[in-house]
């Protein structure tokens, strides 16, 4: 076990009126336990509204839950803002506008101290390398690459600080078809090369089997089935589950 | 770059350039009593004439740009300061600090700002450097106002929550990512700003409670032209003719660069 959501319950009140009084209550997350092996992928799947993104955010403490906590093996994520990274679904508006490619890339290489200034553009020029993109990148803007080309980049600078687990929030479903599965064979090999455990949230099925080792499916804010990737595929025992697998089949 | 930011910029400079060389283009001491030439009207030795005690109207006009162009930018540089602190604090942090900053900001946008600055400078001297101030103190509002808007619609982005991730401070993240990208309508704004304190210093001077003579403003060369208009109309056109050009090239500047990066704002 590496991360291990424990009763995880997130709900968004809504205020209304003058006085800010709630008036509704949105369940977003209700009791999520789960836990990632090491090495693994777990996959998350559900249609939109579902909660993933809400999930992928408390995982990677950018929210904090209602109630539940995420708990994390210590001997392996010892400093959380490095061992755990996220990437965003829309590639479009992960990038700063404003910032050339490689203070991207040497902000987070600065902030955990992991270069020396001297070494910035070579650990830059590796990262960019790794997810295929070429290094007369660095002195660009973001405006200049294409939703794939953004999304190797911002894959490059979450490995830039070395995480032990990833985040995958729908990262492939902005981008086209065509695309789609050449970034997520650049997943696996990544994965493969640096020792990587995954998160992979999607509403695809497909995508989800051919990354992800486990499976958990949400539906309104809950898990509904979780298991064995294999498993699940062959007997899915909730019905939305396998309202989800024929819709993947069309 | 377009025209009018062209146009705006040429002005600005060719006048900044005149306030800054002032010791070496004025044609005389600014301050230089002649009583032999009182009010001369515009000639070969004195191209914009003379005023009442005989001083050249063009070096004082020269002079007086240092101090109408120094009181703006500085005036300006001060509510910028002011402005960008307490907005980013309150759109980034938002909850009570959010609070108190954008109610004081409310209270002081109530005060009738104009008769606040007149009411200080008499009760202060009126210093040139009280009144950059005082300007600066009291026109931070928009400012704050404006950035924290933009913060607010930029603290959600993705890239905001990625910085966040990869473990990038408070500090980082607002001046790293969120000011970058907050900036371009506020420099179309303090550009503005730096209009309005010109006129803001002229008017304090026209009253009297400006730059204090003999230190020439173009505000204060105004008033004391008032006395005179009727028979000396140049000691009241060329003064108020700076003034117009100096508002109209940052006019000029503010929406060029609105234009420049595309605001709507």
């Known amino acids: 076990m590496i991360v291990r959501a424990v009763h995880i319950s997130k709900y968004f009140s809504i205020e209304g009126g003058v006085f800010k009084r709630e008036t509704g209550l949105v369940r977003a997350l209700e009791d999520v336990s789960f836990s990632v092996e090491e090495f693994s992928t777990l996959g998350i799947v559900g249609e939109s509204g579902s909660g993933k993104t809400t999930l992928a955010k408390i995982l990677v403490q950018l929210m904090a839950p209602t109630k539940g906590v995420v708990e994390f093996d210590g001997s392996k994520i010892s400093n959380f803002r490095k061992d755990m990274q996220i990437v965003f679904q829309n590639p479009y508006a992960s990038l700063d506008p404003k910032m050339r490619i490689k203070d991207t890339l040497y902000e987070p290489l600065l902030i955990h101290r992991l270069a020396m200034p001297k070494q910035l553009r070579d650990k830059a020029r590796e990262l960019l390398d790794a997810v295929g993109i070429n290094e007369d990148a660095l002195g660009r803007f973001p405006a200049e690459f294409s939703g794939g080309q953004r999304q190797r980049i911002c894959i490059a600078r979450a490995l830039a600080t070395q995480p032990k687990c990833i985040i995958l929030d729908e990262p492939i479903s902005s981008l086209d078809l065509t695309i789609q599965l050449k970034l997520l064979d650049l997943l696996l090999r990544l994965k493969e090369r640096f020792k990587l455990t995954y998160l992979f949230i999607s509403h695809n099925l497909n995508v989800i089997k051919y990354m992800a080792d486990s499976v958990l499916v949400l539906q309104g804010g809950r898990i509904v089935e979780q298991g064995d990737m294999r498993a699940i595929f062959a007997h899915p025992s909730h019905p939305y589950t396998e309202s989800l697998l024929r819709s993947a089949r069309r | ?265």
């Open chain 2, 1 to 265: 770059m377009n025209k009018l930011l062209l146009v705006g910029i040429a002005i600005i400079g060719f006048l900044s350039a005149a306030a800054i060389l002032a010791p070496f283009i004025s044609p005389y001491e600014p301050s230089l009593i002649d009583s032999a030439s009182l009010l001369m009207p515009p000639s070969y030795a004195h191209p914009l004439g003379t005023d009442g005690l005989g001083r050249d109207l063009l070096s004082r006009i020269i002079y007086g740009a240092r101090i109408s162009l120094g009181i703006g930018i500085i005036a300006v540089g001060i509510s910028l300061c002011i402005g960008v602190i307490a907005g980013s604090v309150a759109g980034y942090f938002g909850g009570l600090a959010d609070s108190i900053i954008m109610r004081s900001a409310d209270i002081m946008l109530c005060f009738p700002t104009f008769f606040l600055i007149l009411a200080t400078v008499a009760v202060l001297e009126p210093s040139i450097i009280n009144i950059m101030v005082i300007i600066g103190l009291t026109s931070w509002m928009g400012i704050a106002r404006l950035i924290r808007s933009e913060i607010l619609s930029l603290r959600e982005r993705e890239f905001i929550q990625a910085a966040k991730a990869i473990g990038a401070s408070h500090y980082g993240i607002i001046c790293r990512h969120l000011l970058p990208n907050a900036l371009g309508p506020v420099f179309v704004n303090a550009t503005l700003g730096i209009a309005g304190a010109i006129l803001l210093e002229s008017a304090l001077s026209f009253l009297g409670l400006g730059v204090q003579p003999p230190v020439p403003s173009w505000g204060n060369i105004l008033i004391e032209s008032k006395a005179t208009l009727g028979v000396a109309w140049w000691i009241t056109l060329f003064p108020g003719l700076a003034i117009f050009v100096t508002i109209l090239g940052f006019n000029f500047i503010a929406e060029g660069l609105r234009k420049h990066w595309g605001y709507n704002a």
